[in-house]
Protein backbone atom coordinates (compact mmCIF):
# COMPACT_ATOMS: atom_id res chain seq x y z
CA UNK A 1 0.00 0.00 0.00
CA UNK A 2 2.56 2.51 0.45
CA UNK A 3 4.11 2.78 -2.58
CA UNK A 4 1.44 3.09 -5.03
CA UNK A 5 -1.66 3.34 -3.15
CA UNK A 6 -3.62 6.78 -1.46
CA UNK A 7 -4.13 8.89 -4.09
CA UNK A 8 -7.45 10.06 -2.73
CA UNK A 9 -4.92 11.27 0.07
CA UNK A 10 -4.28 14.59 -2.36
CA UNK A 11 -7.21 14.70 -4.94
CA UNK A 12 -10.86 13.13 -5.61
CA UNK A 13 -12.93 11.21 -7.83
CA UNK A 14 -14.30 14.32 -9.20
CA UNK A 15 -10.87 16.50 -9.95
CA UNK A 16 -9.96 13.19 -12.13
CA UNK A 17 -13.06 13.00 -13.65
CA UNK A 18 -13.28 16.74 -14.53
CA UNK A 19 -9.86 16.73 -16.10
CA UNK A 20 -8.44 18.67 -12.84
CA UNK A 21 -5.94 16.01 -11.75
CA UNK A 22 -4.44 13.66 -14.87
CA UNK A 23 -3.27 10.47 -13.35
CA UNK A 24 -0.30 9.16 -14.36
CA UNK A 25 0.44 5.32 -14.86
CA UNK A 26 2.04 3.19 -16.89
CA UNK A 27 -0.35 0.55 -19.46
CA UNK A 28 -1.59 -2.16 -17.45
CA UNK A 29 -0.54 -1.07 -14.38
CA UNK A 30 -3.66 -1.84 -12.44
CA UNK A 31 -3.49 -5.41 -13.60
CA UNK A 32 -0.06 -5.88 -12.67
CA UNK A 33 -0.21 -4.13 -8.83
CA UNK A 34 -2.97 -6.87 -8.20
CA UNK A 35 -1.22 -10.06 -10.23
CA UNK A 36 1.66 -9.37 -7.83
CA UNK A 37 -0.40 -8.69 -4.45
CA UNK A 38 -1.93 -12.37 -5.37
CA UNK A 39 1.03 -14.11 -5.84
CA UNK A 40 3.40 -12.41 -3.48
CA UNK A 41 0.81 -11.25 -0.72
CA UNK A 42 2.26 -13.93 2.11
CA UNK A 43 5.62 -13.45 1.27
CA UNK A 44 5.12 -9.56 1.16
CA UNK A 45 3.09 -10.07 4.67
CA UNK A 46 6.08 -11.94 6.24
CA UNK A 47 8.63 -9.15 4.98
CA UNK A 48 6.40 -6.16 6.82
CA UNK A 49 6.14 -8.17 9.97
CA UNK A 50 10.07 -8.25 10.04
CA UNK A 51 10.76 -4.99 8.46
CA UNK A 52 8.33 -3.02 11.44
CA UNK A 53 9.06 -5.31 14.18
CA UNK A 54 5.21 -6.12 14.12
CA UNK A 55 5.67 -9.17 17.09
CA UNK A 56 8.23 -6.56 18.97
CA UNK A 57 7.18 -4.68 22.06
CA UNK A 58 6.07 -1.33 21.81
CA UNK A 59 6.13 0.77 25.61
CA UNK A 60 7.41 4.23 26.52
CA UNK A 61 10.99 4.06 24.97
CA UNK A 62 9.81 3.20 21.17
CA UNK A 63 9.61 0.21 19.32
CA UNK A 64 12.67 -1.49 16.74
CA UNK A 65 12.16 -1.74 13.64
CA UNK A 66 13.66 -1.17 10.02
CA UNK A 67 11.66 0.54 7.94
CA UNK A 68 11.85 4.53 7.27
CA UNK A 69 7.96 5.01 8.44
CA UNK A 70 7.52 4.19 11.98
CA UNK A 71 4.51 1.47 10.88
CA UNK A 72 2.13 0.94 7.96
CA UNK A 73 -0.92 4.19 7.75
CA UNK A 74 -4.30 2.58 9.11
CA UNK A 75 -6.21 4.72 6.75
CA UNK A 76 -8.77 3.69 3.51
CA UNK A 77 -6.36 2.23 -0.05
CA UNK A 78 -7.63 3.95 -2.62
Known amino acids: MDHYQGVKGVTSDADVASGAVQVIAPEHFMEHALA ?4 ARNA ?4 ASNQY ?3 LPRDEMGLVD ?6 LSIGTAS
Not at 36 to 39: F, L, R, T
Not at 44 to 47: E, G, I, L, N
Open 66 to 71: NGLGKC
Open 36 to 39: EDVH
Open 44 to 47: MAQR
Open 53 to 55: GLR
